[in-house]
């Protein structure tokens, strides 16, 4: 995936760059909008992260420039103001996230891939999804594995997309909640296992006696097979 990084303090830019790095990005940095604005035709983003206060245009004015050009790649805005207001002014001017600074570079990263999940997936979504045996009406909510219908919760649902969504592709912990529990207070990370253990229960109550779809992947996360074993 590209980013594109538009931060004029180089100690926030180079801690950006080494970290989405780290996570095998593509990442451009840029100090100011007008630079952002000339290196944004003509590559496909995954990711612009947009600082706010930016010498020249504005944080704000570049994103709406960006937007009224057409451009769709997710948004997310960096600043240190942190009123209601300001919030809102970032996400009026077309930003898909506001973070206010100082932030965790984790939690930066989680956001990036939960916007990337829900772009890779609006729009041209089929309403039936197919993996294998395994089938799942995203419109009745209906799951079936085999002929056999496998009657879900409506969060087990939602896992099980997320899950058939990426056949073959571990997804972490962190990836899953952020997709699912990121907007609900109170939850924590091993609301994950316990969601993924009723899901494997119930679709192996439809296979032979030892089967999984499910696999836990060490030290990667889950992962929904690619066919039926």
């Known amino acids: 995936m590209n980013i594109l990084v538009v931060e004029d303090d180089p100690d926030i830019g180079s801690l950006l760059r080494r970290g989405f790095s780290s996570e095998s990005y593509d990442v451009e940095l840029v100090g100011d909008g007008e630079a952002?604005?000339?290196?944004?035709?003509?590559?496909a983003?995954?990711?612009?992260?947009?600082?706010?206060?930016?010498?020249?245009?504005?944080?704000?004015?570049?994103?709406?420039?960006?937007?009224?050009?057409?451009?769709?790649?997710?948004?997310?805005?960096?600043?240190?103001?942190?009123?209601?207001?300001e919030r809102t002014e970032g996400l009026l001017a077309g930003a898909d996230d506001y973070i206010v600074k100082p932030f965790?570079?984790?939690?930066?990263?989680?956001?990036?891939?939960?916007?990337?999940?829900?772009?890779?997936n609006a729009g041209t979504e089929p309403r039936r999804l197919e993996v294998g045996a395994l089938s799942l009406d995203?419109?009745?909510?209906?799951?079936?594995?085999?002929?056999?219908?496998?009657r879900l919760t409506e969060r087990e649902v939602e896992?099980?997309?997320?899950?058939?969504?990426?056949?073959?592709?571990?997804?972490?912990?962190?990836?899953?909640f952020a997709a699912l529990w990121a907007g609900h207070g109170g939850a924590s990370l091993n609301v994950v296992d316990v969601y993924v253990g009723y899901?494997?229960?119930?679709?192996?109550?439809?296979?032979?006696?030892?089967?999984?779809?499910?696999?836990?992947?060490?030290?990667?996360?889950?992962?929904?097979?690619?066919?039926?074993?």
């Not at 965790?104 to 890779?120: D, G, H, I, N, Y």
């Open 36 to 43: 952002a604005l000339r290196v944004v035709t003509g590559r």
């Open 45 to 85: 983003w995954g990711a612009i992260i947009l600082d706010v206060m930016l010498p020249g245009r504005s944080g704000i004015e570049v994103c709406k420039a960006l937007r009224a050009g057409g451009q769709t790649a997710p948004i997310l805005m960096l600043s240190a103001r942190s009123s209601v207001n």
């Open 104 to 120: 965790a570079f984790e939690e930066l990263l989680a956001r990036v891939k939960v916007q990337a999940l829900r772009r890779s």
């Open 138 to 150: 995203l419109d009745t909510r209906q799951a079936q594995l085999g002929g056999t219908r496998v």
């Open 159 to 176: 896992l099980l997309a997320l899950l058939m969504r990426h056949p073959g592709e571990p997804l972490s912990r962190a990836d899953i």
């Open 199 to 229: 899901l494997r229960h119930k679709l192996a109550e439809a296979l032979p006696e030892g089967a999984h779809l499910i696999m836990t992947v060490r030290g990667r996360g889950f992962m929904l097979e690619a066919e039926e074993s």
